[in-house]
């Protein structure tokens, strides 16, 4: 594809072509994953047709979020809901990363967000030969149809755990002339089995710079994970949970600010006749 032609698929977009922010598939947006481990990207929700709806307690702060969903960036010309990608780190029937990533989920629908979590589930570790699986395929689509992802990690030996850093060796640095990231915001969140640290946020944060991806300024550390969700795997009530709510209030903001430019504008050294 010429920069040209680049450039007109993509105007008013965002960071998608028409053809890309179009993607979808069958069983996408269900509670429950296909056959072969695709979709299900609303496993979040306790009712399919109610967004930002979880187990247990309602607790979402919804009248404090009205003020995240009605913003505006002046001048704004995009009047889609942001689309926004979750991925999180760890395969375990009780993760907590997976937990905090829904109610990220959440928290970003109650603002107006169209989100996707991804289910690393069934994805192969990475192998060049194995591009034409369904898991990848799905991966990389999700990643071009969105504007902003939402990262969530646990910390494991200091650093984030392989099933997330598969998911990033999976989404190329370029495909064509195309970079599959660049330009989308990104969010980073961590869980602790013990004490706070932000060796995972800092490890993601340095994924999504090689990634072209600009960073929301605040992030989250969890610290003792197992002590901060109930039962049905909500969070409790705290200054974890706060941050959580301000980390994603800031991340829609920024997202709708940076979502204007497409996303090769920041890299654009064309010079044009003065």
């Known amino acids: 594809m010429s920069a040209t032609a680049a450039v007109s698929t993509r105007a008013g977009l965002g960071c998608a072509s028409a053809e890309e922010a179009?993607?979808?598939?069958?069983?996408?947006?269900?509670?429950?994953?296909?056959?072969?481990?695709?979709?299900?990207?609303?496993?979040?929700?306790?009712?399919?047709?109610?967004?930002s709806s979880g187990a247990g307690d309602d607790w979402l702060?919804?009248?404090?979020?009205?003020?995240?969903?009605?913003?505006r960036p002046a001048g704004a010309k995009l009047a889609h809901a942001p689309r926004v990608l979750v991925l999180y780190g760890s395969l375990r029937e009780s993760s907590f990363s997976r937990r905090l990533a829904h109610e990220c989920a959440r928290l970003l629908e109650a603002m107006g967000a169209d989100v996707r979590v991804f289910s690393p589930q069934g994805l192969p570790v990475r192998d060049p030969s194995l591009?034409?699986?369904?898991?990848?395929?799905?991966?990389?689509?999700?990643?071009?149809?969105?504007?902003?992802?939402?990262?969530?990690?646990?910390e494991m030996h200091g650093t984030i755990t392989g099933v997330f850093k598969n998911q990033i060796d999976w989404l190329p640095l370029n495909t064509g002339s195309v970079r599959p990231t660049q330009g989308r915001t990104a969010a980073v969140l961590q869980v602790n089995g013990g004490s706070q640290s932000f060796n995972a946020v800092n490890e993601?944060?340095?994924?999504?710079?090689?990634?072209?991806?600009?960073?929301?300024?605040?992030?989250?550390?969890?610290?003792?994970?197992?002590?901060?969700?109930?039962?049905?795997?909500?969070?409790?009530?705290?200054?974890?949970?706060?941050?959580?709510?301000?980390?994603?209030?800031?991340?829609?903001?920024?997202t709708r600010l940076m979502r204007e430019r497409r996303a090769d504008f920041p890299v654009d050294r064309e010079m044009t006749a003065r």
């Open 204 to 254: 993601l944060r340095r994924l999504a710079r090689w990634m072209r991806m600009p960073c929301t300024t605040n992030q989250s550390s969890v610290a003792k994970a197992w002590q901060e969700f109930d039962e049905a795997g909500r969070m409790k009530p705290g200054p974890f949970r706060e941050r959580v709510v301000d980390v994603m209030e800031e991340h829609i903001k920024f």
């Open 131 to 154: 591009e034409d699986h369904p898991k990848v395929k799905e991966l990389r689509a999700l990643s071009l149809w969105s504007e902003a992802h939402v990262w969530v990690s646990p």
């Open 22 to 51: 179009a993607y979808t598939l069958d069983g996408g947006y269900a509670l429950e994953p296909n056959a072969d481990g695709t979709g299900g990207w609303l496993a979040h929700r306790a009712s399919l047709d109610l967004p």
């Open 61 to 71: 702060p919804r009248d404090m979020l009205e003020a995240a969903r009605d913003f």
